[in-house]
């Protein structure tokens, strides 16, 4: 069974610092994996996504992750915050048999002026 | 339209009656998720449906919840005999599953649920 895990609630920044959101998941086969975003009263926004080749994926919003496979792990960066990235982030993952899209516990980011 | 439409967008019913919630996919998309939020929270899936395959049902939490997929297109979600915990964000995605899975999922806006 697929499943993601998003090992931290809330996540604190200062303006103009690096921010890092993990995950981490388990699959069975190949994984594909992608991170949202949700604001407020709103969807969920594609950010990006790792379906193979470079380990380092760069997305939406100047967001970047980096899948790392030996430590089935695919945190998601930015290397400086903006106020306005502060939302709710969610990882994602679906197996190459083509399941549906397992979603993590979400993780709140509050980026602080 | 251009993305993914989901109505009413919000819906408040009494406890025991029953609702309909709808969903209209990116054109074109054979691939389609209905999941539910509870207040702040993550997502729960619900149900998955593939072209003419036969939907995942495994993720409805009980014989209250159905989703039908018209003509490959758009999909309604009911809720029979609705109860206080039913109460949530009904989230629907599509995507295009064709030529890989590796496609990622268009969220609607989601239908704000409350029963009272």
């Known amino acids: 069974a697929q499943s993601v895990a998003q090992p931290e609630d809330q996540v604190n920044v200062a303006e103009g610092n690096p921010l890092t959101v993990k995950c981490t998941y388990s699959v069975s086969g190949n994984p594909y994996l992608f991170w949202y975003v949700q604001y407020p009263n709103r969807g969920l926004q594609f950010l990006l996504k790792?379906?193979?080749?470079?380990?380092l994926v760069k997305g939406s919003y100047g967001f970047e992750a980096e899948f790392n496979k030996s430590q089935t792990s695919f945190h998601l960066k930015k290397p400086s915050a903006l106020v306005s990235d502060s939302a709710l982030y969610f990882c994602a993952v679906r197996d190459s048999y083509g399941q549906n899209f397992v979603f993590g516990p979400g993780t709140r980011l509050s980026v602080l002026p | 339209g251009a993305g993914v439409s989901q109505s009413p967008s919000n819906k408040v019913t009494e406890k025991g009656k029953d609702v309909e919630l709808r969903c209209d996919p990116i054109?074109?998309?054979?691939?389609l998720y209905w999941y539910r939020q509870s207040l702040g929270q993550g997502l729960e899936f619900l149900i998955y449906f593939q072209g003419n395959s036969a939907p995942d049902k495994s993720g409805l939490p009980s014989d209250r919840f159905s989703a039908e997929r018209t003509g490959g297109s758009v999909s309604t979600l009911t809720i029979q005999r609705t109860q206080q915990e039913d109460s949530a964000v009904y989230l629907c995605a599509s995507s295009l599953e064709a030529p890989s899975v590796g496609t990622e999922a268009f969220f609607g806006q989601g239908t704000r649920l409350t029963v009272v």
């Open positions: 054109s074109g998309h054979t691939a």
């Open positions: 790792y379906i193979t080749g470079d380990n």
